[in-house]
């Protein structure tokens, strides 16, 4: 059975990884290439776009694609609506793979907001000094805001960004002393991140909420209507090997 995953997270390199080790599945994962050197998972790895919902649909004939595996980022919402219609084209299953969400605890302060421009006009009030984590992409959301921008991504942002910013670039994970370093040392009164889930990028909201500062958090864009998803890497190899 050829496999299709389109990836980029974490949970796409495990799920390649494992599924490579058993007879019977032939992985191919594309990427998205918006990252510069992203880090590649085992197998054959494509890089680049499809072209849209026709573009996907005839590069799945094309290449005798049995099943499509959507383990992109949750806030991927474009390339997971069109993973939804092109496998429902070519009349093939799709999966959905989603880590869970963040869960609020006791002594956070998060804002929730639906999308981008909602946190840009939300930080009014909030502090002067903000922590943006959303990576490169929507960074010129904010680029419109007198506040001062502490922005982390891997790569630089392509866009406008805000007037009065820091660019510091890494890659994560990162500790919670590390985050809390951070934030202490740059005086920020506020971060901004998207509900992106997982414990690689948690330590941020337990050192913000350590000091109290207020998280505008945003939600993710909702998968297509219908679609069934998982949220593991174990439960989309129970769902591969009932499709073989």
Excluded: C, Y
């Excluded at 085992?42 to 099943?67: K, M, P, T």
């Excluded at 981008?116 to 009030?125: C, D, I, P, S, T």
């Amino acid at each position: 059975m050829k496999i299709l995953i389109l990836g980029g997270t974490r949970e796409a390199r495990n799920l390649a990884d494992i599924a490579s080790g058993e007879r019977g599945f032939d992985i191919v994962s594309s990427l998205a290439g918006r990252v510069r050197e992203p880090v590649l998972p085992v197998g054959e790895v494509r890089i680049g776009g499809f072209g849209g919902v026709s573009g996907l649909r005839d590069w799945l004939a094309d290449n005798g694609i049995d099943v499509v595996i959507d383990a992109t980022h949750p806030f991927a919402g474009g390339i997971s609506a069109n993973a939804a219609a092109a496998a429902a084209r070519s009349g093939l299953p799709v999966l959905h793979v989603r880590r869970p969400g963040w869960t609020e605890r006791a002594g956070d302060r998060w804002i929730r907001v639906p999308d981008l421009a909602a946190a840009a006009e939300r930080l009014a009030g909030l502090g002067d000094r903000v922590f943006l984590t959303i990576g490169r992409q929507g960074v010129a959301a904010f680029a419109a805001s007198d506040a001062w921008f502490l922005i982390r991504a891997i790569d630089p942002p392509a866009a406008a960004m805000p007037a009065r910013a820091e660019l510091l670039l890494a890659r994560g994970p990162f500790s919670v002393a590390e985050e809390s370093a951070l934030l202490a040392g740059r005086r920020i009164d506020v971060l901004v991140t998207k509900d992106s889930g997982g414990a690689l990028t948690e330590a941020k909201l337990t050192a913000a909420r350590a000091l109290a500062l207020p998280v505008v958090m945003i939600d993710r864009p909702p998968l297509p209507e219908g679609a069934e998803v998982v949220d593991s890497v174990a439960a989309a190899m129970i769902w591969l090997r009932s499709h073989i």
